[in-house]
């Protein structure tokens, strides 16, 4: 398979109300869409202390399909935007995708 067709699902776990500055982040750097899923978060204080942050327990999980090519550039624009450092508090991390509908054939 060509590397243009390789995907990879880009994550994004970000304090309850950020989800639209991570898919805003992500769109200006080429992603098309994602799915945004609720969820609670939990940690112990020696988490906190580690990364320097107080954790809040609402989350909001962004999922993002793109294309190989475009990770680094999309996964750079969330951080920037949504990042540790922002109101966001947010991690972003990458997955590689083996199979996807669009290359069943």
Do not use: H, Q, W
């Amino acid at each position: 398979m060509a590397e243009d067709n390789k995907f990879e699902l880009v994550v994004c776990i970000v304090n309850a109300g950020y989800s639209e500055t991570v898919m805003n982040a992500a769109r200006s750097a080429g992603a098309k869409g994602g799915s945004i899923v609720r969820g609670r978060g939990s940690a112990n204080p020696e988490a906190e202390e580690f990364f320097g942050i107080t954790i809040t327990p609402d989350k909001e999980m962004v999922l993002i399909l793109v294309k190989a090519a475009i990770k680094d550039a999309v996964m750079k624009a969330i951080y920037k935007n949504a990042g540790l450092s922002t109101e966001g508090v947010g991690i972003v991390f990458s997955l590689p995708v083996s199979r996807t509908s669009l290359n069943l054939e």
